[in-house]
């Protein structure tokens, strides 16, 4: 539990920007009917409840309005015209971002630990983006709030939730290091010296066939409901880690197994090892998986390099692609299931996402991605190891613990660098109890592949 201790509205320093109009591309579009993303950062800063509210929240508090000078569309608006008219993102002088300011005597230790924990006790200390507002005319839908939680003498979270369309990963990330940043060195100089300010031009994508159009005509009659997950979830939340050394024996086993494909990926062996786990791990309770059912699996491939021309690294918003693996129930369910999986998602890298054309055509696509997808047996991956959030320095030292939240919400996995274990991966997974439990049995045993001895899950 948590008890709120403040809230307040955060503004960026007047006089900076006045207005702001973003249209949404046709990368945005697709994400308008998405859940919230929620994400958690914990850190051990042992402190008392003074020093919190009268040093390190006035801190926040300032670093945050300052990082939102250089992330005004982070205190817009999705404006949404009643007319169906193609919704914007708006900002006007006075619109803000919302944050909660809470105390929480929950076990800190427990909340940042790696076994399975009740999923349902992280929400305390995740905000709940604020319903919209309605006018005549139009409504407004904000796109991000923060909660700062204290754990007295303990440590201190910070819950971030933003609605998808605003941006990915990459856009979203860059802020969460940016305001870490501001706040540790009181200011961002460095920020403009390093060149790493955000870019908000959506001219640079560009969209000669007006697919944002076509989107917007083929969803426009879908009412704009964001949807929020009701607890309980019943499920709960586990952390696993693949060590480099566990990363290399995945990687020797499939390299020997067929010596012509080009040596994998860590990311091609951690996924596949996953999925290939959660498969085994068993349907939901009392559904029966016929053996020709398609299990598929899909990633979200950043498309900035791979547009024509190219969009800058540091664009803000979303311009991302989607690629899927689909292969048969009993094909993962085998002996040789793993191995199956890795030549799966490293066939469709070398084919799709390692090809520019193929990742332009689909981001062209995702709308169409997503319906073929609606009802599937579908793991997913949020997050990616090339966003270090655990580099979140907000001078309180590196996270102790980062929680993906919302993949509560839907069959997905977290994926993310390790905090302690250099070249190795961090997965997340929210289950229900049974199908954790069968999962982490199966995780263990190596799939034959990995030792228990060498294979650590906490």
């Given at each position: 539990?948590?008890?709120q201790?403040?809230?307040c509205?955060?503004?960026?320093?007047?006089?900076?920007v006045?207005e702001l109009t973003l249209?949404l591309?046709?990368?945005?579009?697709?994400?308008?009917?998405?859940?919230?993303?929620?994400?958690?950062?914990?850190?051990?800063?042992?402190?008392s409840?003074p020093?919190?509210?009268e040093t390190i929240?006035?801190?926040?508090k300032?670093?945050l309005?300052?990082?939102?000078?250089?992330y005004?569309?982070l205190?817009s608006?999705?404006f949404?015209?009643?007319?169906?008219?193609?919704p914007v993102?708006r900002y006007?002088?006075?619109?803000s971002?919302s944050l909660?300011?809470?105390e929480?005597s929950?076990?800190?230790?427990?909340l940042?630990?790696?076994?399975a924990?009740?999923?349902?006790?992280?929400?305390?200390?995740v905000?709940q983006l604020?319903p919209?507002k309605e006018?005549?005319?139009y409504?407004?839908?904000?796109?991000?709030?923060?909660?700062v939680?204290l754990f007295?003498?303990?440590?201190v979270?910070?819950?971030?939730?933003?609605?998808?369309?605003?941006g990915?990963a990459?856009?979203i990330?860059?802020?969460?290091k940016?305001?870490?940043?501001?706040n540790?060195?009181?200011g961002?100089s460095h920020?403009?010296e390093a060149?790493?300010?955000p870019?908000?031009d959506?001219s640079v994508?560009?969209?000669?066939?007006g697919i944002?159009d076509v989107?917007?005509?083929?969803l426009?009659?879908?009412?704009?409901?964001?949807?929020s997950?009701?607890?309980?979830t019943?499920?709960v939340r586990?952390?696993?880690?693949?060590?480099?050394?566990?990363?290399k024996?995945?990687?020797?086993?499939v390299?020997?197994?067929?010596?012509?494909?080009?040596?994998?990926?860590s990311?091609?062996?951690?996924t596949?090892?996953?999925?290939?786990c959660?498969?085994?791990?068993?349907?939901a309770?009392g559904?029966?998986v016929d053996?020709?059912?398609?299990?598929y699996?899909?990633?979200a491939?950043?498309?900035r390099?791979?547009m024509?021309?190219p969009v800058?690294?540091?664009?803000?918003?979303?311009?991302?692609g989607?690629?899927?693996?689909?292969?048969?129930?009993e094909e993962?369910?085998e002996?040789?299931g793993?191995?199956?999986?890795?030549?799966?998602?490293a066939?469709?890298i070398r084919?799709?996402?390692?090809n520019?054309?193929e990742m332009?055509k689909a981001?062209?696509?995702?709308?169409?991605s997503?319906?073929?997808?609606?009802?599937?047996?579908?793991?997913s991956?949020?997050?990616?190891?090339k966003?270090?959030?655990?580099e979140?320095?907000?001078?309180?030292?590196?996270?102790?613990?980062?929680?993906?939240?919302?993949?509560?919400g839907?069959?997905?996995i977290?994926?993310?660098?390790?905090?302690?274990?250099?070249?190795?991966?961090?997965i997340?997974?929210?289950?229900?109890?049974y199908k954790?439990?069968?999962?982490?049995?199966i995780?263990?045993?190596?799939l034959g592949i990995?030792?228990k001895?060498v294979l650590h899950?906490?």
């Amino acid at each position: 539990m948590a008890t709120q201790l403040e809230h307040c509205e955060i503004l960026p320093p007047p006089a900076e920007v006045t207005e702001l109009t973003l249209p949404l591309t046709f990368l945005d579009i697709p994400w308008l009917y998405f859940h919230p993303i929620q994400r958690l950062l914990f850190y051990e800063f042992p402190c008392s409840k003074p020093y919190f509210l009268e040093t390190i929240v006035p801190n926040l508090k300032e670093s945050l309005s300052l990082t939102l000078k250089r992330y005004i569309p982070l205190a817009s608006n999705i404006f949404y015209p009643s007319s169906n008219e193609k919704p914007v993102f708006r900002y006007m002088v006075g619109d803000s971002v919302s944050l909660t300011i809470a105390e929480s005597s929950d076990d800190f230790n427990n909340l940042t630990a790696n076994y399975a924990r009740d999923a349902d006790q992280f929400y305390p200390f995740v905000p709940q983006l604020p319903p919209p507002k309605e006018e005549a005319e139009y409504k407004t839908i904000p796109v991000l709030c923060l909660q700062v939680t204290l754990f007295p003498n303990s440590g201190v979270s910070i819950g971030f939730t933003n609605h998808h369309s605003i941006g990915d990963a990459s856009s979203i990330v860059s802020f969460i290091k940016s305001w870490a940043s501001i706040n540790k060195f009181s200011g961002d100089s460095h920020l403009i010296e390093a060149k790493s300010l955000p870019l908000f031009d959506r001219s640079v994508i560009k969209d000669p066939r007006g697919i944002a159009d076509v989107y917007w005509n083929q969803l426009k009659n879908f009412p704009l409901q964001f949807p929020s997950l009701h607890l309980p979830t019943n499920k709960v939340r586990a952390t696993y880690i693949l060590h480099q050394a566990d990363i290399k024996k995945l990687k020797d086993s499939v390299s020997a197994r067929n010596p012509d494909l080009v040596e994998p990926s860590s990311f091609v062996v951690t996924t596949a090892y996953v999925w290939t786990c959660w498969v085994k791990s068993g349907p939901a309770s009392g559904e029966e998986v016929d053996a020709d059912v398609l299990e598929y699996f899909g990633f979200a491939v950043d498309c900035r390099t791979r547009m024509n021309p190219p969009v800058p690294a540091n664009y803000f918003g979303n311009c991302i692609g989607a690629a899927v693996v689909k292969r048969k129930h009993e094909e993962l369910m085998e002996n040789e299931g793993f191995f199956i999986a890795a030549e799966a998602i490293a066939e469709i890298i070398r084919i799709k996402v390692n090809n520019k054309d193929e990742m332009r055509k689909a981001a062209e696509n995702l709308v169409a991605s997503f319906a073929e997808l609606m009802g599937k047996r579908i793991l997913s991956v949020a997050g990616s190891p090339k966003f270090d959030l655990y580099e979140a320095d907000y001078g309180w030292g590196r996270p102790k613990k980062l929680e993906s939240v919302s993949i509560d919400g839907d069959d997905s996995i977290s994926l993310c660098k390790s905090r302690d274990s250099e070249g190795g991966l961090e997965i997340g997974l929210s289950l229900p109890n049974y199908k954790m439990d069968a999962f982490s049995a199966i995780f263990a045993s190596g799939l034959g592949i990995l030792s228990k001895e060498v294979l650590h899950s906490d």
